[in-house]
């Protein structure tokens, strides 16, 4: 659609867009919170005001064509705009609190966007759509600071993980001063059983600590069947399909009685009941009470079981959680009766979904906890990447402190050959109990001897290896522990990965305290602080290695700047020379011409530049560095066809005489006259005869460096590496505002050699020149005259008198082919029609189109600015006619060559059939 089309609804959008309420408005539009058809008012959940109807009816247009605002949304709206938009929607208000999650960011192309408040419009492939706002926290309650200090540390582990002394937090445990006291239990035999048990369901209603639940849970019991004491244990372990061998029963509290404590049962072990066996076994198994007992156990205590009954404890789901029994009626009551068993079964109903709150509680709370301990863990990984051994030192200790076992190793992997490894480093428990502990930084290397076996496997596939008997195992060697006094029993070995998947290292742990096997907890952990230890490794690497290149700049500068610059014999020799006039070398001249001049006369010229423009006297300038200096720039040019030193000279020539010409130095400044000259010595150093373009296409390294102006900005650094080397540092005795403002300068003017930043820049001082609004007082527009001035000295050539044009145009085409036969020879690419040396012919008609396009109009602009300048117009015209007069001149011959051709063919032709009728 066009604008004409679009009729005043887009014109009404490009006229107002930066304004406030055109982004607001076309905001509300994407949202679809605007009101169309409201009569010229505007309402917004923050503000409110009135516009004209013309907007009304530029919103309502939009409203009836949602693809073109979603097209115009993509090509127009900025960044700032689709910011606000995310900021206004990532807290959702409270007529929207459902809709908390956004959907994930989508670059939508085509289609329309969707425009309820809660729809999927994405914001583009880049921009991060934020899941949930951070003040749903606080309306949650959840106000515990993240970040706490520990020992002027900072950490993420809480400080208490307590939450009872947190305002409208949750009341754990049953010494909560906020709750009201349970009953005695004399006063609760005195309710009725409904009223007993509707207390005793409140009691555990609100406890999430797991074992104070089960102990309110067995005296609740024992007093609603009047047992003398009870057991409770807890499911824990798999018990689906082929897992079920590894359930089991813990018992959370063994053996409560009335006058049992908490405290008191803490103090117990664990007893712990595999899936199946015993009573309590069969209970969990089953699902079905049992009232047998095992005489075994009275044997063992001393205590006289008469009556027992087991029941299971199930969840909402009917899954089995765990397993209550009670023990013995009071007052020789004799067997628990079938009233008891649905008394017992109806209360434990309760209890199974308590518990299961509990432990869901629990598991929040841990998961929190580990969630803290993994981004401790982080923290600590990515303080310290300043060297490989530091960063492995923190892995190892914290590895061991966090897993508890008696030796941890993390093995490098050596790039060639996954299977073999570069770099061991050790770490034992006790390493951090001798002498040099404090001041120790880095874990031993090589200390122990390497199980290849294992290790080799894991860095092969990537697998996890949890050994539980190392001996047991094919894959390890014995002979690893021979003479070492030590012995491996259990082995954990997980890969270490980067960001990539790449396999860089391997963690091992070797023996956990106690003798216990390393268990699915201990894999987990390993393996997400493994994830941490990969990208802290691979950014150690990465640290290392800039480094090192650092370094290596460092060092190759160093010998750089020694070879580029010129001796100090040759400096004293050019220091010596007599310096002859401006008038003797014609530098003010605009036909000026080198062609007759030797090199050490285009130093001469130069010095006899600084020297008029008053730069030595001005900015304290050593002669013997000027001359130093001007050796070194000409000894960083490359000896190529055109693009080399007396090209630069030329260049600096034509500047010299344009600002002398014109007065035009008074416009500028002494400080950007300076900057200017040294800009055209400098602004092609080190060409290597090809384009950006070539640069581009070839990937070199300077491509990867700079992704615009390419060579451009590789001459500015050479010129900076020059300037700041000893011995050549010309601008050493001025200010630091002064330097800071030549270099800027600077790197203006050599950037403005590019043709592409010239195209950019043109119609802005086309308008200028032609329109005499210009004022050479404002930056801007002597900046815009200054890259423009680079311009006209860089292709000066094509003002030249004839002869010398044409040999700078045999030149710049030499190179152009030359540049074209690499192309097709190393890149196997066809080149453009001006580097083809195949399309050589149409040379003087490619000079004519470079003069119209690009000469032309720059001169002419320069001739409106001065008519000192107007010479140079004459000359670029002048040049354009021999173009079109040769290109004429070999299209006639052509025509010619073509005729002659034309009958030649036909007289042959004739010939051939006199002689076939002759036969």
């Known amino acids: 659609m066009t604008a004409e089309t679009a009729g005043p609804c887009v014109q009404g959008i490009q006229g107002v867009q930066s304004g406030v309420a055109s982004q607001s408005t076309l905001q509300q539009v994407q949202d679809g919170n605007s009101d169309s058809g409201g009569g010229g008012t505007y309402y917004s959940s923050t503000s409110t005001w009135t516009y004209d109807p013309e907007y009304a009816r530029m919103e309502a247009w939009l409203d009836e064509h949602p693809d073109f605002v979603n097209d115009y949304f993509l090509r127009k709206v900025t960044r700032q705009t689709v910011d606000v938009w995310l900021v206004s929607h990532a807290t959702p208000t409270s007529s929207s609190s459902s809709c908390v999650e956004l959907s994930s960011p989508i670059h939508a192309a085509t289609g329309n966007s969707s425009s309820g408040r809660c729809g999927a419009g994405g914001s583009g ?27 002027g540390t900072p950490t993420f582990l809480s400080v208490s993980m307590s939450d009872a002394s947190q305002p409208g937090g949750p009341q754990v445990g049953s010494g909560s001063s906020n709750r009201p006291q ?23 209603c609100n406890e999430l600590d797991v074992r104070s639940l089960c102990h309110k849970i067995l005296q609740n019991v024992s007093t609603l069947l009047h047992a003398d004491r009870g ?22 509290l063994f053996d409560v009685c009335s006058r049992s404590t ?23 198994e089953s699902g079905e009470p049992d009232s047998r007992f095992n005489r075994e156990i009275d044997a063992l205590t001393g205590y006289r079981t008469r009556a027992l009954l087991c029941m299971p404890i199930k969840d909402c789901n009917g899954d089995v959680i765990g397993v209550a029994q009670v023990i013995n009626k009071l007052g020789g009551e004799g067997q628990f009766t079938v009233q008891d068993e649905k008394v017992f079964a109806g209360y ?3 209890c199974g979904i308590g518990l299961r709150n509990a432990q869901l509680y629990e598991k929040s709370q841990l998961e929190v906890k580990r ?19 530091h960063m492995v030192f923190r892995i190892l200790t914290h590895t061991q402190s966090l897993i508890q076992c008696q030796r941890v190793q993390v093995l490098l992997v050596h790039k060639a050959s996954k299977g073999s490894f570069s770099r061991v480093f050790d770490f034992e428990a006790n390493d951090l109990a001798g002498e040099d502990s404090d001041s120790r930084t880095s874990p031993f290397e090589s200390r122990f001897p390497i199980n290849v076996g294992i290790t080799g496997y894991v860095a092969t596939t990537g697998e996890t290896v949890n050994i539980l008997n190392a001996y047991e195992d094919p894959r390890f060697d014995p002979l690893v522990d021979d003479g070492t006094g030590f012995r491996h029993h259990t082995i954990l070995c997980m890969a270490i990965k980067n960001s990539s998947g790449q396999i860089i290292g391997v963690i091992q742990l070797i023996n956990k305290f106690d003798d216990l096997p390393f268990t699915k907890n201990d894999e987990n952990f390993v393996e997400a602080f493994a994830i941490f230890c990969g990208m802290g490794i691979h950014n150690t690497h990465m640290y ?6 650092m370094a290596k700049q460092s060092v190759t500068l160093e010998v750089l700047s020694y070879h580029a610059s010129a001796s100090l014999e040759d400096a004293q020799r050019l220091k010596n020379l007599r310096v002859p006039s401006s008038a003797h070398f014609q530098l003010h001249d605009f036909k000026f011409d080198d062609i007759h001049m030797e090199d050490g006369d285009t130093l001469i010229a130069c010095l006899r530049m600084f020297l008029d423009l008053d730069f030595v006297e001005r900015f304290h300038i050593d002669y013997d560095v000027l001359c130093r200096w001007l050796l070194s720039v000409k000894k960083n040019y490359r000896n190529v066809t055109y693009h080399n030193w007396r090209h630069a000279f030329n260049v600096a020539q034509m500047m010299f005489a344009i600002l002398t010409a014109t007065q035009w130095w008074k416009i500028f400044g002494e400080i950007e006259c300076l900057a200017l000259i040294i800009a055209c010595l400098c602004h092609d150093l080190d060409h290597r005869g090809t384009n950006n373009s070539f640069q581009i296409k070839a990937s070199s390294p300077l491509a990867q460096l700079y992704s615009t102006s390419t060579m451009e900005h590789h001459h500015f650094d050479q010129c900076l590496m020059i300037l700041s080397s000893q011995g050549n540092q010309i601008l050493s005795n001025l200010s ?29 001082f086309l308008n200028l020149a032609r329109s005499g609004g210009y004022n050479w007082a404002f930056g801007d527009h002597r900046e815009l005259l200054r890259g423009m001035l680079m311009t006209v000295c860089d292709l000066a050539a094509i003002t030249k008198p004839w002869e010398v044009e044409k040999r700078v145009a045999e030149l710049v085409s030499s190179e152009f082919f030359e540049q074209g036969d690499i192309e097709r020879r190393t890149l196997n690419i066809t080149p453009i029609d001006i580097m083809n040396r195949e399309k050589e012919d149409q040379l003087p008609m490619m000079q004519v189109g470079f003069i119209d396009s690009i000469c032309l109009p720059i001169y002419e602009a320069f001739a409106h600015l001065s008519d000192k300048l107007v010479p140079l117009v004459d000359g670029v015209s002048i040049n354009k006619q021999h173009w079109l007069e040769i290109a004429e001149s070999k299209c006639q011959m052509e025509t010619c060559t073509n005729h002659d051709r034309t009958l030649s063919t036909s007289a042959s032709d004739n010939e051939e059939t006199s002689e076939q009728a002759d036969q």
């Open 125 to 151: 492939a880049t921009t991060p759509v934020r899941k949930i706002s951070a003040h749903e926290f606080e309306r949650g309650g959840l106000l515990k600071p993240i970040v706490n200090t520990i020992d």
């Open 182 to 204: 349970r009953r005695s239990r004399h006063e609760l035999r005195h309710l009725d059983e409904k009223d007993l048990i509707f207390e005793l369901v409140k009691d555990i």
């Open 231 to 252: 057991s409770l244990f807890l499911v824990q372990g798999e018990r689906s399909g082929t897992a079920v061998a590894a359930a089991c029963l813990v018992s959370k």
């Open 262 to 284: 908490l405290m008191e049962m803490e103090k117990k072990d664990e007893i712990k009941i595999p899936w199946g066996t015993g009573i309590v076994g069969y209970v969990a």
């Open 348 to 350: 434990l109903q309760f």
């Open 371 to 389: 969630n803290q301990v993994l981004l401790d863990l982080a923290r600590m990984i990515f303080e310290e990447q300043s060297t490989i051994e």
């Open 544 to 549: 290392e290695k800039a480094v090192i290149a």
């Open 736 to 764: 630091p505002e002064e330097y800071s403002r030549v270099v800027k300068v600077l790197e203006e003017a050599i950037l403005s050699t590019d043709l592409a930043v010239y195209f950019r820049k043109r119609g802005a």
